[in-house]
């Protein structure tokens, strides 16, 4: 599967047992598939204002809220590439807009402002809109999430996509995803956190598992977990010696 870097589409989260998580997999094995990138840590840096302004505003459910985030797989080197991105949620539709870069040309524009150059007009595009929201709101690295993710995609539509995340850890130093993916549990988190994500809709025969399992939607905000702990360091700093 390739990465989509601009797109919209609905994301349905439910908190799931290890007991309904088995379950759910045996059934949906006669229809989805394990993608390529699935059995990866994903690495999530997101960025936020000195007073938070960002996680507190999505915590309140606004009709419209917005985040900036830098997405990473695995623990990526100098050259890897990542994906900023802004992320929007309007009336329960999600839009995506991010660009790829390599990390180390991330970092250095998340902890110096340093724009690096982009032939692709895509890419460009979205930098200059990330650029924005980083001037508008004063946005630094403010916490890095860490999860082991398996991820499922429908035989019949390519952009129903299912994803099951656990083991959520973050740190509030060291924030350099090149750091490595240790971290803090996260308290009060589910056995595992599943998205269900579609551009249409979510077929029948899934809805039918979803109601025979008594799975309702659900809601749990990775980010939002560690700001309502007070786990989140008013001092911290992308600055860190990178020893990798």
């Not at 929007?88 to 690096?116: H, I, N, W």
């Amino acid at each position: 599967m390739a990465y989509a870097n601009t797109f919209r589409r609905s994301e349905i989260k439910y908190l799931l047992t290890a007991e309904k998580e088995t379950e759910l997999l045996r059934r949906i094995s006669a229809f989805m598939r394990e993608d390529s990138y699935s059995g990866q840590t994903i690495s999530s840096l997101y960025c936020d204002s000195s007073d938070d302004i960002l996680i507190r505003t999505s915590l309140d459910k606004p009709i419209y809220k917005e985040k900036l985030r830098l997405r990473a797989y695995g623990v990526p080197t100098d050259d890897s590439t990542v994906f900023l991105e802004i992320k929007k949620k309007f009336d329960g539709t999600v839009y995506k807009r991010r660009a790829e870069l390599t990390c180390r040309e991330a970092m250095e524009l998340l902890d110096s402002g340093v724009y690096p150059e982009k032939e692709d007009y895509t890419d460009r595009q979205v930098l200059s809109e990330i650029e924005w929201l980083i001037n508008r709101y004063s946005l630094k690295p403010r916490v890095a999430l860490f999860y082991d993710r398996r991820a499922f995609f429908s035989e019949y539509d390519r952009e129903l996509r299912l994803t099951l995340d656990s083991n959520v850890r973050f740190r509030t130093d060291g924030l350099d995803p090149r750091l490595g993916t240790n971290g803090k549990q996260i308290p009060g988190q589910p056995h595992s956190i599943m998205e269900i994500k579609t551009a249409s809709g979510v077929p029948l025969e899934l809805v039918s598992i979803l109601s025979e399992l008594e799975l309702y939607p659900g809601s749990f905000s990775k980010y939002g977990a560690v700001y309502r702990s007070g786990l989140l360091s008013k001092n911290s700093s992308i600055r860190s010696e990178i020893n990798v």
